[in-house]
Structure formats: C-alpha cells, structure tokens
C-alpha cells in the first residue's frame, strides 16, 4: 500500500510540473483512483463549451485555467465525497501524427511518452520513411525543434516542447522519390518504344 501511496504522488508531481498548459476543447483528463473500488477512473474529455463532465461532480468549466488549476480542483472536490482518495490526474492532449507510418491519425498523449514511443503508437515507421527529418507544425508554422536528437533520448514529449494540436509529420525519404521518377521514366519510355513500332 505503501508504495502505491508513493506511486501516486509521483504521477501527481510530474502531472503538475509537465502540464501547466491550458486544455482545449477536444483534450482530456485521466483519472485514476486507487483505493476505491468504485467504476469512476477513465478519461473524460473537454467539450467545446470549455466544460467537462465528471462522475459526481457534474460539469467542471476549464476556460482559461491551466492544468494544475483544474487538477487541485477535481481532487479537492473528491476529497469531499471520498475520505484520503489516492487520486492520480494527468492531462490528455492531442496529437496528429502524419505521413510515412503505419496509422496515421489522432493520438491522446499523457507528455510522459517520448518520441520513440509516439512513433510506435502510429504503428511504427514506414519502410520509405525518413525519420531522422520529422517536423513538427504548430497553427500552420513548422517549429525550429531538433526532433532527431530526441530519437534515442529519455526527454518526454512536453519536455521537448511539443503542445496540444501539434502536428508531427514524417517525410518520405527522397530517394523514394528518385526511384518513383525514374520508374515514372522508364515506363513512358517503354510506352514511347511500342507506340513507335507502329508508325
């Protein structure tokens, strides 16, 4: 029990300090209850009101508040209804991943995982990726951040910089490129050589 009471401080520390952002509507929050055995963990999310529904609590508004504001919020609020709740809370944002991997999409992230682990989630690298060239676009502007460096590193997602909308996109590597040209050249010239067996 100890140790559990120990985990559970941890991941409210780092939820605080990775997560001072403002959640937007389409994000979320995970909560996790470890001494009650009632059905309330799960994750709930952000509507575009700004509001979010919780079991027991009713809506919560989230405009304009950042994360460690909501989160003493909610575990004041269950404190109230359950005595000495182990309550962990931790911050969803999203994540649109594009181009050369397996399933391409929308991913709700914590900011614990890493880029390693991000790619992993969109189903890996494509054998025609060029990974080490990842960029990450923010409101339509690509962000100066040296993602290859944090390939094989330990940083976490919101260590490195990387909010809520951001899209991570992996390029195709360019010779794949060249090779599709140049199949492109050969079967027009192929094209060109029958069509001028029948002049």
């Given at each position: 029990?100890?140790?559990?009471?120990?985990?559970?401080?941890?991941?409210?520390?780092?939820?605080?300090?990775?997560?001072?952002q403002?959640?937007?509507?389409?994000?979320?929050?995970?909560?996790?209850?470890?001494?009650?055995?009632?059905?309330?963990?799960?994750?709930?999310?952000?509507?575009?009101?700004?509001?979010?529904?919780?079991?027991y609590?009713?809506m919560?508004n989230?405009t304009?508040?950042?994360?460690?504001?909501?989160?003493?919020?909610?575990?004041?609020?269950?404190?109230?209804?359950?005595?000495?709740?182990?309550?962990?809370?931790q911050?969803?944002?999203?994540?649109?991943?594009?181009?050369?991997?397996?399933?391409?999409g929308?991913y709700?992230l914590?900011?614990?995982?890493t880029?390693?682990d991000?790619?992993?989630?969109?189903?890996?690298?494509?054998?025609?990726?060029?990974?080490?060239?990842?960029?990450?676009?923010?409101?339509?502007?690509?962000?100066?951040?040296?993602?290859?460096?944090?390939?094989?590193?330990?940083?976490?997602l919101?260590?490195?910089?990387?909010?809520?909308?951001?899209?991570?996109?992996?390029?195709r590597?360019?010779?794949?490129?060249?090779?599709?040209?140049?199949?492109?050249i050969?079967?027009?010239?192929?094209?060109?050589?029958?069509?001028?067996?029948?002049?």
């Amino acid at each position: 029990m100890k140790n559990i009471k120990l985990l559970a401080v941890l991941i409210v520390f780092l939820s605080i300090n990775i997560f001072g952002q403002i959640l937007k509507p389409g994000d979320g929050i995970r909560i996790n209850f470890y001494n009650i055995p009632e059905p309330i963990k799960g994750d709930y999310f952000i509507q575009e009101n700004g509001k979010i529904q919780l079991p027991y609590l009713g809506m919560i508004n989230s405009t304009d508040r950042d994360f460690s504001e909501l989160h003493d919020q909610i575990i004041s609020e269950y404190s109230k209804i359950y005595r000495d709740p182990e309550i962990s809370v931790q911050s969803l944002y999203r994540i649109d991943i594009l181009g050369e991997v397996g399933k391409p999409g929308v991913y709700y992230l914590s900011g614990f995982e890493t880029v390693s682990d991000l790619i992993a989630l969109a189903g890996g690298e494509t054998k025609d990726s060029d990974i080490d060239d990842m960029i990450v676009i923010r409101n339509d502007t690509q962000l100066e951040l040296d993602i290859e460096s944090y390939l094989e590193g330990e940083n976490n997602l919101a260590d490195i910089g990387i909010e809520s909308g951001d899209k991570v996109y992996v390029p195709r590597t360019w010779w794949v490129g060249a090779r599709d040209a140049t199949v492109l050249i050969s079967g027009v010239t192929v094209l060109v050589a029958i069509a001028s067996l029948f002049r």
